[in-house]
C-alpha cells in the first residue's frame, strides 16, 4: 500500500478481521485491499470520475478471475 495506512490492516486482529470478512463476502483480500489503496491515492491524484474508472478495473479483474 501507499505510505498512507489503514490502522485496521496494519494490526494482527484487524489483519484477520478484514481478511476473515472478505472470506465471508467472496471478496479477494488482495482486491480489497487493491481498492482501499485506490481510495486513500484517489485523495490526492484522482479525480472523483477516475477513481470510479479505477474500482471499475478492479472489480472487472476480479469478475474475470472468478469465471
Known amino acids: 500500500m ?4 489503514v490502522v485496521l490492516l496494519n494490526t494482527p ?3 484477520k478481521l ?3 470478512s472478505c472470506k465471508e ?4 483480500f488482495d482486491a480489497f485491499k487493491e481498492l482501499v489503496e485506490a481510495q486513500i491515492t484517489s485523495n490526492v491524484n484522482f479525480r472523483r470520475r477516475e477513481l ?3 474500482f ?3 472489480l ?3 469478475k474475470i478471475e472468478e469465471t
Open 60 to 62: 472487472d479483474r476480479i
Open 13 to 15: 486482529e484487524g489483519g
Open 52 to 54: 470510479f474508472a479505477h
Open 56 to 58: 471499475d478495473d478492479i
Open 2 to 5: 501507499t505510505n498512507k495506512t
Open 18 to 20: 478484514v481478511t476473515d
Open 25 to 28: 463476502n467472496g471478496l479477494d
